[in-house]
């Protein structure tokens, strides 16, 4: 550290940020330059980077406007910054985290060390069993609409550091740059695709619901990830009035709620009987809803659970597609195994740690994609879908192992 620069931050730190940075890998910015080509003067760029910010003459540039579809037709806007301006915002991250993350509710699952999406579903399912009724909160356009002046607020509130105040306030104000060259201004919100937006969202949802909740409903359980939150509550009068409250408070912090998309639901299960418009809801890439469940006695009742959502397992279906199987005659089973593994077993992992077999269906399309593989690449198995099944049966038979849905039991039957 040079004792010249008006804020003190370590050489060290830029370059721990810069290996994050690299270990995440992503896209170029407006620059175009990848991460092979800033690493291709990494001591020159970390420097400059370092130089900058300790001076406090860091300005971040435009970060790149990426628009990504969503499945109800509406368009998410992502915003890619550089590379260099990745491992700036790393640097603050890795000195802010450790400040707010042990102040963090409990029950706030993103983007957070030792804690995961699944970790929330989990917790989810079990107060869904517990509570009858669930407040299914949708945020409308969250990173959108951050209150700038409310985020510095609560970023002051944690740290005295002038240098973060500063840097995080212009990321905050970083304009987007469209496809043709214009420029967005931005007065609100922080753009989703920054390595420091989920922290600072954590820190905004900190004090603007998770604390506020536990002030004025201490006896209500909720879980939240980032914008995406359930609220427990035991009756629908309950329901409704910590609802209208939620609603109040985040107009009050600049949030409004998706009229459309915020609901309460009836967790309907064997025990309870009532009905309800709603009995059903989707968090985290699960629908939980009434379903038949065995106990350990194999006996079956209602359960109320979490299993794969329709829109995840179309997701799924659409990924499969494009790998165009069939049309991969150039390669040979262990090629194609070797390629797709670890996303089917991705999928596994998260999807099937909830009633796992709600997903058995889509992963059948990958059996169904090499048997027509096998038709198009074997002379002797050309025209001959069921010849084509036996065959990978048998390969099944010698290798259960070699492709993830086989594990499962979903390939061909073994001949």
């Not at 550089?82 to 491992?87: C, F, I, L």
């Not at 409903?217 to 309950?238: G, I, M, N, T, W």
């Not at 985040?250 to 915020?262: A, F, I, R, S, V």
Request: with cysteine; net charge positive; hydrophobic share 35%.
């Amino acid at each position: 550290m040079s004792k010249a620069k008006p804020f003190s931050i370590s050489k060290e730190s830029v370059m721990v940020a810069w290996e994050s940075v690299k270990a995440n890998k992503g896209s170029s910015g407006i620059d175009e330059e990848s991460i092979r080509d800033f690493e291709a003067n990494l001591k020159g760029n970390l420097y400059k980077i370092w130089n900058r910010m300790s001076s406090g003459t860091y300005f971040p540039p435009p970060v790149m406007a990426v628009e990504i579809p969503k499945n109800d037709g509406r368009i998410r806007l992502l915003g890619i910054p550089t590379v260099s301006d990745r491992v700036a915002q790393a640097v603050i991250k890795l000195h802010l985290e450790p400040i707010v993350e042990p102040k963090f509710h409990d029950d706030s699952y993103g983007y957070r060390p030792g804690k995961s999406a699944l970790d929330a579903v989990g917790v989810a399912r079990k107060r869904c069993w517990r509570q009858d009724w669930v407040i299914d909160l949708d945020i409308k356009g969250f990173f959108d609409n951050l209150d700038h002046e409310l985020m510095m607020k609560a970023v002051r509130f944690h740290t005295d550091e002038k240098w973060i105040h500063l840097y995080v306030e212009r990321w905050l104000k970083a304009p987007l740059q469209q496809k043709d060259g214009q420029l967005i201004k931005r007065d609100k919100g922080t753009p989703q695709g920054g390595v420091a937006s989920p922290l600072l969202a954590n820190i905004f949802m900190h004090h603007a619901y998770d604390m506020w909740i536990g002030r004025h409903f201490p006896y209500v359980k909720f879980e939240r990830f980032a914008d995406d939150s359930l609220v427990h509550c035991s009756s629908q009068k309950q329901a409704e009035e910590v609802l209208e409250a939620i609603e109040k408070r985040l107009q009050e912090c600049g949030l409004e709620l998706h009229p459309k998309k915020t609901k309460i639901v009836y967790c309907k299960d064997v025990d309870r009987k009532e009905s309800h418009d709603h009995e059903s809801f989707d968090f985290l890439g699960y629908t939980f809803r009434p379903r038949l469940s065995k106990n350990k006695y194999g006996k079956t009742f209602v359960n109320f659970t979490p299993a794969i959502s329709k829109d995840a397992a179309n997701r799924i279906r659409k990924e499969i597609r494009s790998w165009k199987i069939h049309l991969r005659s150039d390669k040979n089973l262990t090629d194609l195994a070797k390629m797709f593994r670890s996303q089917v077993q991705g999928w596994v992992n998260y999807y099937g740690r909830y009633y796992k077999s709600a997903m058995y269906s889509v992963l059948r399309n990958i059996e169904r994609n090499l048997i027509r593989w096998a038709t198009r690449k074997y002379k002797r198995l050309r025209g001959h879908r069921r010849r084509a099944k036996y065959w990978l049966g048998r390969i099944r038979g010698r290798e259960p192992r070699l492709f993830v849905h086989w594990r499962l039991g979903l390939g061909s039957p073994v001949g």
